[in-house]
């Protein structure tokens, strides 16, 4: 073995070109080959990479879209909390409690009846959280924004959030058959199981799972847009009090049957996704 001292000694090639006394090395003429990013497998069409594609797969950001992270902590924790409350809610009707009391307070109070003047503005206003209509705006901000995006996610995510709702709170509706303030027989009583469809209402969830889905998409105005939405929903849920088409048990219970169709909507995204690359593998035929 060589001493360090005796060990022949390698001469230093000077690289060609080099600028300066500072030894920095040239530019290449060519510069290096673009490692591919990551892709991801099965997913197909506009914007997507799949099997045989190059490309790396856009992220939310990239594509301009939400990057909601699965179900946080946070979020798992204001789920079950909102759960609570509807289970409360529909316990309260269901035994007979105070709930039903303050349902009943509030409708014999006849709020339309003692303030007339806002009932024309009330009455329109209302409709904005009709399904119908409400879903005609909503549909018309989403397919400009899949249009621009070249995706069917924001199009698909109203739809399954839509699904969901129809599904959960029809469900209930059906269950616990019970009767509008208008068409209530028995003061004092929860008109249970008397063939009606009111609890929950309909109008305040609706209001809150269109609307919010459009925050639940948005990007910039995220934030404000759920602000925006969330007044929204209020604003029906009280606005159908008012007017003595729902009990006030009936809009508690619709605001929460509509925030879990909201927090719900993390977790259904891979269902979203593996609906969106099969319709684009059939429209690429």
Not at 20 to 26: F, K, Q, S, V
Not at 184 to 208: D, K
Not at 243 to 257: E, F, I, M, N, R
Request: net charge positive.
């Amino acid at each position: 073995m060589q001493s360090r001292s005796t060990a022949a000694r390698i001469p230093r090639q000077e690289p060609e070109n080099r600028t300066g006394d500072r030894g920095e090395l040239p530019v290449p003429d060519r510069a290096p080959a673009r490692v591919p990013g990551p892709t991801r497998p099965g997913l197909t069409g506009p914007g997507l990479t799949g099997p045989g594609s190059t490309g790396p797969c856009p992220t939310g950001r990239d594509r301009g879209e939400p990057d909601w992270p699965p179900m946080s902590r946070r979020r798992a924790a204001l789920f079950a909390g909102t759960f609570a409350v509807y289970l409360l809610v529909l316990a309260g009707v269901l035994l007979n409690t105070d709930l039903v009391d303050l349902d009943w307070s509030v409708r014999l109070l006849r709020p339309y009846e003692r303030w007339p003047s806002l009932e024309p503005v009330l009455n329109a206003w209302v409709v904005v959280g009709q399904r119908g209509p409400s879903a005609i705006a909503a549909f018309a901000w989403l397919l400009w924004r899949a249009r621009r995006l070249g995706r069917l996610r924001p199009l698909l995510v109203m739809g399954v959030a839509l699904l969901l709702l129809n599904v959960t709170v029809g469900a209930v509706k059906i269950v616990t058959g019970r009767l509008g303030p208008h068409y209530a027989q028995y003061v004092g009583s929860p008109e249970l199981f008397s063939g009606g469809t009111i609890f929950p209402s309909g109008h305040t969830a609706n209001a809150v799972v269109t609307w919010g889905v459009l925050a639940y998409l948005a990007v910039r105005w995220r934030r404000t847009g759920a602000v925006i939405a969330a007044a929204t929903a209020c604003s029906i849920g009280l606005t159908t009090v008012y007017l003595g088409t729902h009990w006030v048990s009936d809009v508690l219970a619709g605001w929460a049957a509509g925030l879990l169709v909201l927090l719900s909507l993390p977790l259904l995204e891979p269902l979203v996704a593996v609906a969106e690359q099969r319709l684009h593998r059939r429209f690429a035929r």
